[in-house]
């Protein structure tokens, strides 16, 4: 059965997909294709975060196998086309923007997902203290700037921040090469990783130039759009090579160098979508309300656990389907204490 869950999804991803032999999709990157491509990524995030609470589950009924080696090889991988695209988005903001963006992003982009991220954070407390989980006063204020979890994702959300932070630092320097722009980024980003390297497991570091990447991508969209479109096939080949390659070489190794095999994941997706146009309404409905899923997916998820975990050990595919669908529910509500700043 969740090997059936895992395949739904596959075919979420197919239904109404136009794929282009000759030509290309030049609209991959316009916001209704990319919020399908975040849709896929979070319903298999959901996937991944319910394993997290299928304690009791042996994982031995027909298909299970597949189902957790699948996720397991995906791993931070489900996460690399989020930042990609944020870190494009930034960049055509400020493209068209100008500096009137970037003066904006302390409220618009860094404060108000914080405070958002913090609403849902006093409710993983209030959670806690329903169900008696431990917790400290330390835990909970740190955990308000993401750098701690009081049973909440918090990772992502420190990378996102740190990423907008940099970016809004940078930015502000004012420096007039473009190329002098992306080394400062790389930089401060490399120096924030080796800072996380030793404090923090290495998933808060081994994708976070996926960002970069794709900023890097929207200031050399046309040139990199033109060198893709020539040499397609053979770039597929290669790349899907080096995937392999970089894959089996950072596995439980340099987690480091797993930046690169994730921007070789982000190349691949673009040379994917370039060709395959994925537009699905249900993913599309996820990729735009990637936040509210994604940080709330956890509370029904919590609630099962602590008032019936039998029916997790018994009947995990009920659990991951009522736990989503409670978090589509808390998404559709997600707009009445949403902050708007």
């Not at 959901?46 to 957790?68: I, N, R, W």
């Not at 039998?310 to 009920?318: D, G, R, S, T």
Request: hydrophobic share 55%; with cysteine; proline share 3%.
């Amino acid at each position: 059965m969740l090997l059936t869950l895992l395949s739904l999804i596959i075919l979420l991803s197919l239904f109404q997909a136009r794929l282009k032999l000759k030509g290309f999709h030049d609209d991959y990157l316009v916001k209704d294709k990319t919020d399908s491509v975040k849709g896929i990524f979070i319903l298999l995030i959901v996937l991944t975060h319910s394993m997290g609470y299928m304690h009791g589950y042996a994982y031995d009924q027909a298909g299970d196998a597949c189902f957790k080696w699948l996720l397991a090889c995906l791993s931070q991988l489900v996460v690399v086309m989020f930042l990609f695209y944020s870190g494009y988005g930034i960049s055509e903001s400020f493209k068209k923007k100008g500096m009137d963006y970037v003066k904006k992003m302390p409220v618009h982009r860094i404060l108000t997902t914080l405070l958002n991220f913090d609403i849902a954070v006093v409710a993983f407390i209030i959670l806690c203290l329903i169900f008696k989980v431990p917790i400290t006063v330390e835990q909970s204020l740190l955990s308000l700037v993401a750098w701690e979890s009081v049973g909440n994702s918090n990772w992502y959300i420190f990378v996102i921040l740190a990423c907008y932070v940099l970016t809004y630092l940078v930015l502000m320097l004012r420096i007039r090469s473009q190329a002098l722009t992306i080394v400062a980024m790389l930089g401060l980003s490399l120096l924030l990783m080796f800072i996380l390297a030793p404090l923090k497991p290495s998933y808060w570091y081994d994708t976070f130039l996926c960002f970069l990447a794709g900023y890097v991508f929207s200031i050399y969209r046309e040139s990199i759009e033109a060198f893709l479109k020539k040499y397609y096939w053979l770039l597929a080949f290669l790349l899907l090579i080096l995937f392999g390659v970089l894959f089996y070489a950072t596995d439980g190794r340099n987690r480091m160098l797993f930046n690169l095999t994730g921007i070789v994941f982000a190349m691949l997706m673009i040379l994917l979508t370039m060709k395959l146009g994925i537009k699905n309404p249900i993913l599309r409905w996820f990729g735009k309300n990637l936040f509210p899923v994604y940080i709330y997916m956890r509370v029904p998820m919590l609630i099962i656990e602590h008032t019936c975990p039998e029916m997790i050990a018994a009947q995990p595919a009920v659990f991951i389907l009522i736990s989503l669908a409670i978090t589509v529910f808390i998404a559709h509500l997600y707009r009445y204490w949403q902050v708007r700043l």
